[in-house]
């Protein structure tokens, strides 16, 4: 199998030959073409074509490509399981890595749809208002960069690693060039070549390299970003790069961390946390024979219970069974290659230093339906460090295999401190049922931790593990993490986007995002707007209703008919001294009741339903005998299909005298008007 790198639309081998083994038998199982591509049109392509295409179609558009590809992928992931097992992944971890990568396209597919709306860019916040009068206002915008979205990929998850940085990056408008880790570009490029061939995405807007980055680095701009995935060491070589550095390039990292697993005093050995605590620490040393940014390193444990937690992990351990991944009663296949083998036994060397080694033994194993000494295989590897307040390599050196170290504490005060010696994480577990603790440990450790899981009995069923992320939650952290966010909904869409404040007048304001702000013109017509199909309606236009007084009869009516007899509503003694009330008032929702009685058209027509209402607040009681009326404007429009759009409509319940009584934004859907 020769790998090309897809570059400006075609598949183009490199000048260098590199000869990629296969993790189970040693063989070479493909040969990587590398160098001799010119990077600077690649991302000028990425930039020129790819930006234009995608910045041009909305956040919906954006999303159903992302569903389509998705499903493009699902059809053909059979392809991709086969070639994995040459790197070393059993069934389950293709599950993590395979349908685990679609099942995020999926996720940003239908965020896109639901979260973001049918446009180019994203409104932030409300309009502020910078002057007295309120001629002068402020408002943030976020719009897609114009640059390439660079990601570097690791070798451990070649195919979930591309899409779940694709993803977000694609939904943002901005155009990928993405690399995967040399030893397991065989998954990544067969990937690839599904994403090339569907035809799905716009021209320019996915590009593959194989191999070396090259200069690519050198013709970087302020517009780009580059999104990381790797060891520390890696990361902070290309965080130095000098043009990084000097046009401020947007870095997100996300890299190796001694992720901690804690098992709390009250998870006792027989409770069933006790029993998730063990579970979870032997499944991430050997899911992906333990190659997982996420994974358990350091697993600790109320002193008294240190010796029944290396009992549970040694015989959980033994019954793990090692070989050739296309076995099925294969458990945990090799690591990644040969050399990810001598690292990670260089490592361990290290830890045992100032750790005992209590379960495994690298130097004598049973491996099934493969040759141990030609595959890069690894038992799991259990150690215990009797002194984890005056040990350092068990926070600082990570063994990226299947290797973690058990570590007794104290009291909470000694558990945290020891967690946070880590320097920063991606993840850390609590295995507790008592939420008191569990508060404790959050607000000790969370600063030093993207996420916390906590794990009990009440949620074993459904909760996803210590070790797996899921795209609607942040995957990241701080420190030796790298301080970057990989995922987190569509929080992460924003890294691809530029938040910019626009200031000007409410007119101004209006015409440039299309959104209707409080003191710009309006639009008044003959019809009622409610008249008007989708299309037809101007942002602006508006609706001055009747006026209508409210009455005692009105107020005691609404109450005993809805039963909401508040003695605000029913009881005029009990609200003298009050701070809000200056007596009896006509509920809220009576206003809302009355002023939807006096701003709705009811003939049938283009609105053909009211689904919701956003930014309610009451402002001013209304007493017996006040009267109101209402203010009705279209403030913006979000097209949804081709048979109805989204309209938000700006509403304003004001007194006779002008004063504001409620604000609220009313959503209804409008059909377009029939084609002819």
Same mark, same amino acid.
């Given at each position: 199998?020769?790998?090309?790198?897809?570059?400006?639309?075609?598949?183009?081998?490199?000048?260098?030959?590199?000869?990629? #083994?296969?993790?189970?038998?040693?063989?070479?199982?493909?040969?990587?073409?590398?160098?001799?591509?010119?990077?600077?049109?690649?991302?000028?392509?990425?930039?020129?074509?790819?930006?234009?295409?995608?910045?041009?179609?909305?956040?919906?558009?954006?999303?159903?490509?992302?569903?389509?590809?998705?499903?493009?992928?699902?059809?053909?992931?059979?392809?991709?399981?086969?070639?994995?097992?040459?790197?070393?992944?059993? #069934?389950?971890?293709?599950?993590?890595?395979?349908?685990?990568?679609?099942?995020?396209?999926?996720?940003?597919?239908?965020?896109?749809?639901?979260?973001?709306?049918?446009?180019?860019?994203?409104?932030?916040?409300?309009?502020?208002?910078?002057?007295?009068?309120? /001629?002068?206002?402020?408002?943030?915008?976020?719009?897609?960069?114009?640059?390439? &979205?660079?990601?570097?990929?690791?070798?451990?998850?070649?195919?979930?690693?591309?899409?779940?940085?694709?993803?977000? &990056?694609?939904?943002?408008?901005?155009?990928?060039?993405?690399?995967?880790?040399?030893?397991?570009?065989?998954?990544?490029? %067969?990937?690839?070549?599904?994403?090339?061939? !569907?035809?799905?995405?716009?021209?320019?807007?996915?590009?593959?390299?194989?191999?070396?980055?090259?200069?690519?680095?050198?013709?970087?701009? @302020?517009?780009?970003?580059?999104?990381?995935?790797? $060891? &520390?060491?890696?990361?902070?070589?290309?965080?130095?790069?000098?043009?990084? %550095?000097?046009?401020?390039?947007?870095?997100?990292?996300?890299?190796?961390?001694?992720?901690?697993?804690?098992?709390?005093?009250?998870?006792?050995?027989?409770?069933?946390?006790?029993?998730?605590?063990?579970?979870?620490?032997?499944?991430?040393?050997?899911?992906?024979?333990?190659?997982? @940014?996420?994974?358990?390193?350091?697993?600790?444990?109320?002193?008294?219970?240190?010796?029944?937690?290396?009992?549970?992990?040694?015989?959980?351990?033994?019954?793990?069974?090692?070989?050739?991944?296309?076995?099925?009663?294969?458990?945990?296949?090799?690591?990644?290659?040969?050399?990810?083998?001598?690292?990670?036994?260089?490592?361990?060397?290290?830890?045992?230093?100032?750790?005992?080694?209590?379960?495994?033994?690298?130097?004598?194993?049973?491996?099934? *339906?493969?040759?141990?000494?030609?595959?890069?295989?690894?038992?799991?590897?259990?150690? +215990? @460090?009797?002194?984890?307040? +005056?040990?350092?390599?068990?926070?600082?050196?990570?063994?990226?295999?299947?290797? $973690?170290?058990?570590?007794?504490?104290?009291?909470?005060?000694?558990?945290?401190?020891?967690?946070?010696? *880590?320097?920063? =994480?991606?993840?850390?577990?609590?295995?507790?049922?008592?939420?008191?603790? &569990? $508060?404790?440990?959050?607000?000790?450790?969370? !600063?030093?931790?993207?996420?916390?899981?906590?794990?009990?009995?009440? @949620?074993?069923?459904?909760?996803?593990?210590?070790?797996?992320?899921?795209?609607?939650?942040?995957?990241?952290?701080?420190?030796?993490?790298?301080?970057?966010?990989?995922?987190?909904?569509?929080?992460?869409?924003? +890294?691809?986007?530029?938040?910019?404040?626009?200031?000007?007048?409410?007119?101004?304001?209006?015409?440039?995002?299309?959104?209707?702000?409080?003191?710009?013109?309006?639009?008044?017509?003959? #019809?009622?707007?409610?008249?008007? +199909?989708?299309?037809?309606?101007?942002?602006?236009?508006?609706?001055? =209703?009747?006026?209508?007084?409210?009455?005692?009869?009105?107020?005691?009516?609404?109450?005993?008919?809805? *039963?909401?007899?508040?003695?605000?509503?029913?009881?005029?003694?009990? /609200?003298?001294?009050?701070?809000?009330?200056? *007596?009896?008032?006509?509920?809220?929702?009576?206003?809302?009741?009355?002023?939807?009685?006096?701003?709705?058209?009811?003939?049938?027509?283009?609105?053909?339903?009211?689904?919701?209402?956003? $930014?309610?607040?009451?402002?001013?009681?209304?007493?017996?005998?006040?009267?109101?009326?209402? #203010?009705?404007?279209?403030?913006?429009?979000?097209?949804?299909?081709?048979?109805?759009?989204?309209?938000?409509?700006?509403?304003?319940?004001?007194?006779?005298?002008?004063?504001?009584?409620?604000?609220?934004?009313?959503?209804?859907?409008?059909?377009?008007?029939?084609?002819?």
């Amino acid at each position: 199998m020769k790998l090309e790198s897809y570059v400006k639309g075609h598949w183009t081998a490199g000048s260098e030959l590199i000869e990629v #083994r296969s993790a189970v038998t040693g063989d070479v199982v493909a040969e990587a073409t590398s160098g001799g591509l010119d990077l600077r049109e690649a991302l000028a392509y990425a930039r020129n074509v790819g930006g234009k295409n995608l910045r041009k179609l909305t956040f919906h558009q954006r999303a159903d490509l992302l569903k389509k590809l998705a499903q493009y992928i699902t059809e053909r992931k059979d392809q991709l399981y086969k070639l994995s097992f040459q790197a070393g992944a059993t #069934r389950t971890d293709n599950l993590i890595d395979v349908d685990g990568g679609i099942g995020t396209l999926f996720v940003y597919a239908g965020k896109g749809r639901r979260e973001l709306p049918n446009s180019t860019f994203l409104m932030d916040g409300a309009v502020e208002q910078l002057g007295k009068t309120g /001629t002068f206002a402020g408002q943030h915008i976020v719009t897609s960069l114009q640059g390439t &979205a660079v990601h570097i990929n690791a070798f451990n998850f070649p195919c979930w690693g591309m899409l779940e940085k694709l993803a977000p &990056a694609l939904l943002g408008g901005v155009p990928v060039i993405t690399k995967p880790a040399t030893v397991t570009s065989y998954v990544a490029h %067969a990937l690839a070549r599904m994403i090339a061939e !569907s035809g799905i995405l716009p021209e320019g807007a996915f590009q593959f390299i194989v191999g070396s980055t090259g200069d690519l680095f050198d013709h970087l701009t @302020c517009q780009d970003v580059v999104s990381f995935t790797g $060891s &520390a060491s890696t990361s902070e070589k290309l965080q130095r790069h000098p043009v990084i %550095a000097k046009e401020a390039v947007r870095f997100i990292a996300e890299r190796d961390s001694l992720n901690a697993a804690i098992l709390a005093p009250d998870a006792a050995p027989g409770s069933p946390e006790f029993d998730l605590f063990i579970k979870e620490v032997a499944k991430e040393m050997t899911v992906k024979a333990g190659q997982k @940014c996420t994974a358990i390193r350091r697993a600790f444990a109320p002193k008294a219970h240190v010796e029944a937690v290396i009992e549970a992990l040694r015989d959980q351990l033994d019954k793990v069974v090692i070989g050739n991944p296309e076995l099925e009663n294969v458990r945990m296949g090799p690591v990644v290659g040969l050399d990810q083998r001598r690292d990670v036994l260089a490592h361990v060397k290290t830890l045992r230093t100032e750790a005992q080694l209590v379960a495994g033994d690298p130097e004598n194993f049973d491996v099934q *339906g493969a040759d141990v000494l030609r595959g890069a295989f690894i038992p799991p590897l259990l150690l +215990h @460090c009797a002194d984890p307040v +005056h040990a350092a390599h068990v926070y600082s050196v990570e063994a990226f295999g299947p290797v $973690s170290t058990v570590m007794g504490y104290g009291d909470l005060d000694e558990a945290i401190a020891l967690t946070n010696r *880590g320097g920063g =994480s991606l993840v850390a577990s609590v295995y507790t049922h008592d939420p008191k603790v &569990a $508060s404790n440990l959050v607000f000790g450790v969370s !600063s030093f931790h993207g996420r916390l899981v906590m794990i009990d009995r009440d @949620c074993a069923r459904e909760q996803t593990g210590h070790g797996s992320p899921m795209p609607q939650m942040v995957h990241g952290g701080p420190g030796r993490a790298g301080g970057g966010e990989e995922l987190g909904g569509v929080r992460s869409v924003h +890294h691809y986007m530029q938040r910019t404040a626009l200031q000007g007048s409410p007119a101004m304001l209006t015409g440039i995002t299309g959104s209707w702000t409080k003191n710009a013109p309006i639009v008044e017509k003959d #019809r009622h707007p409610f008249r008007y +199909h989708f299309e037809d309606l101007d942002i602006g236009q508006t609706f001055h =209703s009747k006026e209508r007084t409210i009455t005692l009869d009105d107020i005691e009516h609404f109450a005993n008919f809805t *039963g909401d007899t508040f003695y605000a509503h029913m009881d005029e003694e009990a /609200t003298k001294g009050h701070p809000f009330f200056p *007596g009896r008032v006509a509920h809220g929702y009576l206003l809302l009741s009355f002023a939807a009685g006096l701003f709705v058209d009811p003939d049938p027509g283009p609105v053909l339903a009211n689904y919701g209402l956003d $930014s309610l607040r009451f402002t001013k009681p209304i007493q017996p005998g006040e009267t109101i009326k209402v #203010r009705l404007t279209a403030k913006d429009k979000s097209p949804r299909n081709k048979q109805y759009g989204e309209v938000r409509w700006d509403v304003e319940i004001l007194t006779d005298k002008g004063e504001s009584a409620a604000t609220y934004e009313l959503l209804t859907m409008n059909a377009v008007r029939p084609q002819a």
